[in-house]
């Protein structure tokens, strides 16, 4: 019994680190992709999709809640993956290439379809190599 008691400890508090980190990760991507967004319009980039602004907080907010999304899948797997870290950095990979599908099919120039995408990957290159030093390998 004592094993068990262990191992659930161990996985509590793994699980527990995972989402700290996260948490510490998408504040920084978040921040990180309104910097982008801000530059880019300073350098004369639309921001505009589909004749609609897209205001620079809303890089921010999207960020948060998608990067979320990826700690609170990074967590699941912390407890339930043979090999979480594995499983979670070709998970997000995948993940992060979807997410360029929206931005290369937008109603957009060139120049604001390529802002967009750098800030998915900024925000994936922050993220992704934080949460995944905290899952077992």
């Known amino acids: 019994?004592?094993?068990?008691?262990?191992?659930?400890?161990?996985?509590?508090?793994?699980?527990?680190?995972?989402?700290?980190?996260?948490?510490?990760?998408?504040?920084?991507?978040?921040?990180?992709?309104?910097?982008?967004a801000a530059a880019g319009h300073l350098a004369g980039i639309s921001l505009?999709?589909?004749?609609?602004?897209?205001?620079?907080t809303g890089f921010g907010v999207l960020t948060a809640v998608f990067s979320l999304i990826?700690?609170?899948?990074?967590?699941?797997?912390?407890r339930f993956a043979r090999r979480p870290r594995l499983t979670f950095v070709r998970t997000t990979v995948v993940?992060?290439?979807?997410?360029?599908?929206?931005?290369?099919?937008a109603d957009a120039g060139a120049a604001t379809k390529a802002l967009l995408m750098l800030t998915h990957l900024v925000a994936a290159a922050i993220v992704i190599p934080a949460v995944a030093r905290r899952l077992a390998a």
């Open 1 to 36: 019994m004592t094993a068990t008691a262990n191992t659930t400890r161990a996985t509590a508090s793994t699980v527990g680190a995972v989402i700290r980190t996260g948490a510490v990760a998408t504040a920084a991507a978040s921040a990180a992709t309104m910097t982008v």
């Open 48 to 56: 505009d999709l589909g004749g609609a602004p897209i205001p620079v």
């Open 70 to 78: 990826g700690v609170a899948i990074a967590a699941s797997l912390a």
């Open 95 to 105: 993940l992060t290439v979807l997410s360029l599908v929206p931005d290369v099919i």
